[in-house]
């Protein structure tokens, strides 16, 4: 793959890992460089998720309005699994 990459750039690429191309192939590439394996993807999307609630005033101005910030937030959200796990943990401290 590293001949995909122009010749000026290759003495600077250190690491090449080929991931599963989907949707989340971004995040999955995120943990396998921090040598999870990129199965532990949707933990990206939970710390970043994270973030943005925790700094939520923040990244409100940041980008733009609050519908904005309401979008990227939902987008982080794992179809069905963090409605589960949600569930789960909400069942379990109620």
Do not use: P
């Not at 250190?14 to 396998?32: F, L, P, S």
């Not at 970043?48 to 979008?71: D, Q």
């Amino acid at each position: 793959m590293l001949d995909q990459f122009h010749l000026c750039m290759q003495d600077s690429i250190e690491n090449i890992i080929d991931v599963k191309a989907d949707d989340n192939c971004g995040y999955r590439a995120i943990v396998a460089l921090l040598g999870m394996g990129e199965e532990l993807w949707s933990l990206v999307h939970t710390h970043l998720h994270k973030e943005l609630t925790s700094w939520f005033e923040e990244y409100i101005n940041l980008v733009g309005g609050i519908e904005r910030f309401e979008e990227l937030k939902c987008s982080l959200l794992v179809d069905g699994l963090s409605m589960v796990r949600n569930f789960i943990i909400m069942s379990f401290f109620c």
